[in-house]
């Protein structure tokens, strides 16, 4: 069913009449869907970040610990971007609507890094321009993408302590509320 919705609201294939007699095409523009599935994301991270991550540890918690390799801890829970990546994989075999995840210029793991060049321009135009987003198209293989980077924002000290503290990280000075990557949101046009 919700692959069914995204398909028909993706491609406007809705019908609708106007006042006049005349059909009108209906649907969703991409950059709608995109600023509307990017504010469920957000706000499931930043609650999962702030209700549950920064309530449990690192150290505060005997009970369930917040940690990179929590399945190898019998007590481990997943960290916020784990979380992020387990969505975005389970949303990938229920849906080709579209396709999101969590990337940044300084990723602690290299598979975070930027892989083509729109996702490389928008996380470069949020990093500098904080609190926009970034939105564009582009081919990938035979399919036209509408593409957007949305700011993945420092919500917690569990973030930046996390990240700035982490072995592999390539940047040591994140603050609470600073961009530290983005979000790419794709759909098919």
């Given at each position: 069913?919700?692959?069914?919705?995204?398909?028909?609201?993706?491609?406007?294939s809705?019908?609708?009449?106007?006042?006049?007699?005349?059909?009108?095409?209906?649907?969703?523009?991409?950059?709608?869907?995109?600023?509307?599935?990017?504010?469920?994301?957000?706000?499931?991270?930043?609650?999962?970040?702030k209700?549950i991550?920064?309530?449990?540890?690192?150290?505060?918690?005997?009970?369930?610990?917040?940690?990179?390799?929590w399945q190898?801890?019998?007590?481990?829970?997943?960290?916020?971007?784990?979380?992020?990546?387990?969505g975005?994989?389970?949303?990938?075999?229920?849906?080709?609507?579209?396709?999101?995840?969590?990337?940044?210029?300084?990723p602690?793991?290299?598979?975070?890094?930027?892989k083509?060049?729109?996702?490389?321009?928008?996380?470069?135009?949020?990093?500098?321009?904080?609190?926009?987003?970034?939105?564009?198209e582009?081919?990938?293989?035979?399919?036209?993408?509408?593409?957007?980077?949305?700011?993945?924002?420092?919500?917690?000290?569990a973030c930046?302590?996390?990240?700035?503290?982490h072995?592999?990280?390539?940047?040591?000075?994140?603050?609470?509320?600073?961009?530290?990557?983005?979000?790419?949101?794709?759909?098919?046009?």
């Amino acid at each position: 069913m919700r692959k069914l919705l995204l398909t028909t609201l993706f491609a406007g294939s809705a019908v609708g009449l106007s006042g006049c007699g005349e059909e009108k095409s209906a649907g969703v523009e991409p950059k709608v869907m995109t600023d509307a599935l990017f504010a469920v994301m957000k706000a499931d991270r930043t609650n999962y970040t702030k209700l549950i991550v920064k309530r449990l540890g690192p150290k505060g918690a005997d009970v369930i610990t917040p940690v990179e390799h929590w399945q190898d801890v019998d007590t481990g829970a997943p960290l916020p971007a784990q979380m992020f990546r387990a969505g975005s994989e389970a949303v990938a075999e229920m849906t080709d609507s579209f396709t999101y995840s969590l990337q940044s210029l300084w990723p602690i793991n290299k598979q975070n890094a930027p892989k083509t060049e729109i996702e490389k321009a928008g996380l470069e135009y949020i990093a500098a321009n904080p609190g926009e987003n970034y939105y564009g198209e582009e081919k990938l293989g035979d399919t036209t993408y509408f593409t957007a980077v949305y700011p993945d924002v420092a919500v917690s000290d569990a973030c930046t302590s996390c990240h700035n503290e982490h072995k592999d990280t390539p940047k040591t000075d994140f603050k609470v509320g600073e961009v530290m990557g983005g979000v790419v949101v794709r759909v098919p046009i």
